[in-house]
């Protein structure tokens, strides 16, 4: 919306300001982080009064979740409307990725607020049914994958660039589609499955959401994309804006989230903002990268996946417990130590990632 300031300008001044990618984006980040930090307490205390007993606890987790009893839950809300107010204050509003990408966060959002919903209300674990989530993100990952092939350059339609390897793209056709449906409702579950202790998911969220807008800029800028030996994506760049917003919105959530939490994300947040990744990932062509950034969410989603797999062939486990973070509770490993690590697992895989675009 400010950047329509830029109307007012003659090529000086201040309002020239708004013109560059850069500084809008760290006006969203800053703005993001004032909106977390004003309003967190605010929103903290109608969560505790209107869920009463909070999130409810599975009985058979680790037992020092237990004191975790009473905590609130859907504090995903809090980031969301950071995130939602700084992108649509600093963001061009005639950039169709930016629509895309608010389109599955908040369309991923409603899906989580309704379990957790669910959840609190009826003071029980399930929730929404599985199959209900899963179509209904997958009704969202396909019209987000539709407009992103129309987006898109021709040139571009169907392809999916493969890491490491200059010029190496391969054209999937209308298969791209359901391959890009795939990477969304991955990557919001496997979000998801990692949001199980405090801080956990919000740090790697923020890091992947970090190395994607640097990638986002890079791809949209043609300068950066022939040295490079990259695919150019038109437009591309404005999503800097977008994730920028959402890592001033995630550093705010993560100070009440910090251990001990006095709210937790829910499946609102992880939901949402995996959703979010992912959407990136297919607007700038990047899914293969998003993979090794998001690394530790396809670990943890792969340790549930090997789990439930096995026990129902062998009837044992491979994991203490699933989701793999549960795994190292059990072996007696403590929750600050588990975050801390998983953070540090995070940073080496982005930066892996982002060595992507110059090894090749």
Same mark, same amino acid.
């Given at each position: 919306? +400010?950047? %329509?300031?830029?109307?007012? @300008? *003659?090529?000086? !001044?201040?309002?020239?300001?708004?013109?560059?990618?850069?500084?809008?984006?760290?006006?969203?980040?800053?703005?993001?982080?004032?909106?977390?930090?004003?309003?967190?307490?605010?929103?903290?205390?109608?969560?505790?009064?209107?869920?009463?007993?909070?999130?409810?606890?599975?009985?058979?987790?680790?037992?020092?979740?237990?004191?975790?009893?009473?905590?609130?839950?859907?504090?995903?809300?809090?980031?969301?409307?950071?995130?939602?107010?700084?992108?649509?204050?600093?963001?061009?509003?005639?950039?169709?990725?930016?629509?895309?990408v608010l389109m599955v966060t908040y369309g991923y959002a409603a899906i989580g607020f309704a379990d957790d919903y669910a959840k609190v209300s009826k003071q029980n674990t399930k929730g929404v049914s599985s199959k209900a989530r899963l179509a209904l993100g997958f009704?969202?990952?396909?019209?987000?994958?539709? +407009?992103? %092939?129309?987006?898109?350059? @021709? *040139?571009?339609? !169907?392809?999916?660039?493969?890491?490491?390897?200059?010029?190496?793209?391969?054209n999937l056709g209308y298969f791209y589609i359901p391959f890009a449906m795939i990477v969304i409702v991955g990557a919001a579950n496997a979000v998801n499955l990692t949001d199980g202790l405090d801080g956990l998911a919000i740090m790697p969220v923020m890091i992947a959401a970090g190395t994607l807008g640097a990638i986002a800029y890079v791809v949209g800028r043609t300068d950066f994309t022939e040295y490079l030996g990259v695919q150019f994506v038109p437009g591309s760049g404005e999503l800097v804006i977008f994730t920028a917003a959402l890592m001033g919105g995630g550093l705010g959530f993560l100070w009440y989230n910090a251990p001990p939490a006095a709210v937790f994300m829910g499946d609102t947040g992880s939901l949402a903002l995996g959703g979010a990744i992912g959407a990136i990932a297919v607007c700038t062509q990047h899914e293969i990268v998003l993979g090794i950034v998001g690394g530790l969410f396809v670990v943890e989603a792969l340790s549930v996946i090997i789990q439930v797999a096995y026990f129902k062939r062998t009837g044992k486990r491979v994991f203490l417990m699933a989701p793999i973070h549960h795994h190292f509770e059990k072996k007696g490993w403590s929750e600050p130590q588990i975050v801390i690590r998983f953070w540090i697992i995070s940073l080496i895989l982005a930066l892996i990632g982002l060595a992507t675009l110059k090894i090749r």
């Open positions: 919306m +400010l950047y %329509w300031l830029t109307d007012f @300008s *003659d090529g000086g !001044g201040v309002f020239n300001l708004f013109r560059y990618i850069t500084f809008r984006a760290g006006g969203a980040f800053f703005t993001a982080l004032l909106v977390g930090f004003i309003f967190g307490p605010w929103l903290i205390g109608i969560l505790r009064r209107t869920q009463g007993k909070g999130q409810p606890i599975r009985d058979d987790g680790p037992e020092g979740h237990i004191s975790k009893a009473g905590t609130p839950t859907m504090g995903g809300i809090l980031i969301l409307t950071a995130l939602l107010v700084s992108t649509l204050l600093w963001a061009r509003l005639d950039n169709g990725y930016i629509w895309v009704l969202l990952a396909l019209l987000a994958s539709l +407009l992103t %092939w129309y987006l898109h350059p @021709s *040139d571009l339609e !169907g392809r999916l660039s493969i890491p490491f390897f200059k010029d190496l793209v391969l």
